[in-house]
């Protein structure tokens, strides 16, 4: 069954790192999003991805933070300096339409943790 | 923005029990999503119901657009349906708070 690629599963670093999280999304899929979820609490919806471009994002999105598909397969989210409240599980997900009827899948997380 | 409200927060039922979980949003959507993120974390799409009623399985959702409120039923739960159940609406840009459920034996 199709599903849903993130590496690493877990991902440490310092303070005021760059960190690349990596996504390789359903191959027939062309709508991407990137969560966060902090522990314990709701899911945080970051960005969303079409057609090469920013689709939408939310305020959390701000400038250290950016997305790219380097390539035909992979969608990747970069989080420049990186502070300790990024601590939390990031998800990709990816949906054959814009949130149709065939809904969305999810990749299993990288937790990221800023020490 | 729009609020996403779930109810109850947490639920504790025992095996073979069913259950509705509430969603109440604040203004008028076009989708509604409903997902289980299991015990390790995964989330996984149960039913995209931006109104009607859907079923799958011991599963079944209905939205009421007009009124701003999904339920999401659960029959004869098992303990494999412990988790958070979030319903998310805005093409999944805004998740509801949540319920955790846990299933008891």
Request: hydrophobic share 35%.
């Amino acid at each position: 069954e199709p599903e849903v690629t993130q590496t690493p599963s877990h991902q440490v670093t310092q303070m005021g790192q760059e960190v690349i999280l990596r996504c390789v999304p359903i191959s027939n899929h062309l709508y991407f999003y990137w969560y966060r979820q902090i522990l314990g609490q709701k899911v945080e919806f970051l960005v969303s991805f079409y057609n090469n471009e920013i689709s939408e994002k939310s305020e959390i999105f701000d400038d250290q933070f950016s997305v790219e598909r380097p390539d035909g397969s992979n969608f990747t989210l970069k989080i420049r300096s990186t502070k300790l409240e990024d601590s939390a599980m990031y998800f990709c997900a990816s949906s054959e339409e814009s949130l149709g009827a065939s809904g969305m899948f999810f990749g299993s997380g990288t937790q990221l943790s800023v020490l | 923005g729009i609020q996403v409200e779930q109810s109850p927060p947490d639920l504790i039922l025992q095996e073979g029990a069913n259950s509705t979980l509430r969603c109440n949003f604040s203004d008028s959507v076009n989708n509604l999503q409903w997902f289980h993120q299991n015990p390790w974390g995964q989330l996984i799409n149960l039913f995209y119901i931006p109104s009607g009623t859907k079923q799958n399985g011991r599963l079944s959702a209905t939205t009421v657009a007009t009124e701003r409120y999904s339920l999401l039923y659960i029959s004869s739960s098992q303990t494999t349906d412990s988790g958070v159940y979030f319903c998310a609406v805005k093409r999944g840009v805004t998740f509801g708070t949540g319920t955790r459920l846990q299933v008891t034996l």
